[in-house]
């Protein structure tokens, strides 16, 4: 089944409404669930707003708060999000960082107390479409151990790094862990083995069965050591910028909210585009490892998903669609 | 064979300055390569001194050139290396990167034709002992096939974030590849199996053999997908920043010289260090996998060797540190 930009859109913002969302939250928080959808990012468009909804009924997101600055030191400026909608403060605050870089070449938000931002690619999108590098961060509840460990101490705490370009902006937006619990579980109901190994089973050994992962409760970061080490380095980094929760104390309050994020935006008015044309042509002509199969620059499906779904629609899951109408 | 840091130091001054180095740029790259080795990373310590000394005599750095700002915009700003010693280029870049932070926040340096950096750790150190946060990273010649690829496209351009800490800083510093050549190289000597999958066979097969990947030369980015989107991300930022070259433009010109750099700080003075001394101390509070194992933060395992061989002296590749007293 497939639905318009405009009726999702719609039919998110007829929900929030009726929670009592001001027409402005409504509007953009919709807005960014559709887009969502639309870029092919389901996990965390339609098939999250009913997840969104219920937080937002358990009280866990002050729909009505307004995030503020708490201080700032020359371009860099540290806000206290007041567990706000995190798409609303999140936009706010790479608004704020555009144009804090249109002023001075660069600058820095990092917010406390803020809520899931849903997909980091939404504000890195935002970034770069104002002419703008953008590099943002989140930390989230511990999913992951430590190299070296067995129990979660870590975040997935995804990096997104935006740079705008004519003929289609690189956006990469990358967890740390190879695989999300959302792909495990994903493969895990189908019955799949993962494409590669995504964690240990319970013995301690490395596997590609999702449920022996999602038994062990010890997916992977990317690069082994070297995720487990970036990972920590971006908790620091939005806890200590923002002054707010870490890893630890998500985890410790249960749910995943009042989180730390930083967003950071780089002037790329005078940027020559043809740099990344350049780079991305030199990378898609190597020989394929799959006669059929593509090399890819990051942003390149959200944007293909993007324009497919424009003409052809977005493709709905039925039963998550009629619950949403039902809300 | 235990050398101090100090020996080390002045006998890597002393071939310097016989090259004709500046006593300056002498001193700077001499303490640079000591505290490389000093820090256990002696593929850029000693190890590679022989290699920087036959660049330098093969004209590829020019000793003398001054790096100089090219344009500025806001707290940014773009500067020509001219192609001087990458270390001496580096150590500058980052120094003004710190003195725009500590006047505006943040400040940034993008570097094009510049020279090796060594370690990139190095810069990610400094920035963390002026009280700032640093990000730093490197483009590279194509020594990595993309996502879907076969044949090198992709550098390993190094990452680093650094943030100060009283009690040790925290320093990440991440090559894209899983393995560095110069590990596969180590392990294929010593007839040991990777640790890990590192790369591909000449069938296409994940394998942890080292001759294998170096035969075939399709080593594998962290996070397979995820880091060969970071790794074209960080050419296109480096790049496109400083108007330098990309990883294709220094793989064509065949040697390793006229790389682009950036640097960016972010003044750390006001933030608190109890915020990353409770998140190691949650991360190691996991059960451990191996109950002789340890969990460390990035950085950690760099001071311990700094501390120790402070003590007992530097350990030397008693061939190459022969060679080195003979230049």
């Known amino acids: ?13 007829r929900v929030l409404l009726k929670l009592n969302f001001s027409e402005e939250r409504a509007a953009l928080c919709a807005r960014i669930f559709a887009e969502n959808s639309r ?55 790479m608004e704020r960082a555009i144009a804090l870089a249109k002023e001075n070449g660069m600058g820095c938000v990092a917010v406390k107390n803020t809520n899931h931002w849903m997909r980091g690619g939404t504000y890195g999108w935002q970034a770069a479409a104002a002419g703008c590098i953008g590099i943002c961060a989140t930390n989230s509840i511990a999913n992951m ?9 870590l975040g997935n705490n995804p990096l997104v790094i935006a740079i705008p370009r004519q003929k289609g902006s690189v956006v990469l937006d990358m967890a740390i862990s190879q695989f999300s619990y959302g792909k495990l579980q994903e493969y895990d109901l189908q019955g799949k083995e993962l494409p590669f190994e995504g964690g240990y089973d319970e013995h301690g050994n490395l596997t590609k069965d999702p449920a022996q992962i999602r038994a062990s409760e ?74 059929d199969g593509e090399i890819r620059y990051p942003g390149e499906s959200s944007l293909a998903k993007r324009h497919q779904h424009e003409q052809e629609g977005i493709p709905v899951n039925e039963e998550i669609w009629q619950q949403v ?3």
């Open 218 to 291: 010890r997916p992977l970061p990317i690069g082994y050591w070297k995720g487990s080490g970036l990972s920590l380095v971006l908790d620091v980094l939005v806890a200590s910028l923002s002054g707010g929760r870490s890893v630890e104390q998500i985890t410790q309050a249960g749910a995943e909210a009042g989180v730390s994020q930083f967003f950071l935006c780089i002037d790329a008015s005078k940027l020559d585009d043809a740099v990344a044309d350049a780079i991305i042509a030199y990378t898609k002509s190597s020989a394929l490892t799959d006669k």
């Open 1 to 13: 089944m497939k639905i318009s930009f405009e009726q999702l859109t719609s039919e998110f913002k």
């Open 39 to 93: 870029d092919g990012v389901y996990s965390h468009g339609l098939n999250r707003f009913p997840v969104f909804v219920q937080a937002v009924k358990d009280g866990l997101i002050a729909i009505d708060a307004e995030p503020a600055a708490v201080s700032r030191n020359g371009v860099v400026e540290t806000w206290d999000g007041h567990l706000a909608p995190g798409m609303y403060t999140a936009t706010r605050a």
């Open 325 to 327: 109408q039902e809300l």
């Open 145 to 153: 151990p430590p190299w070296g460990g067995t129990e979660a101490r």
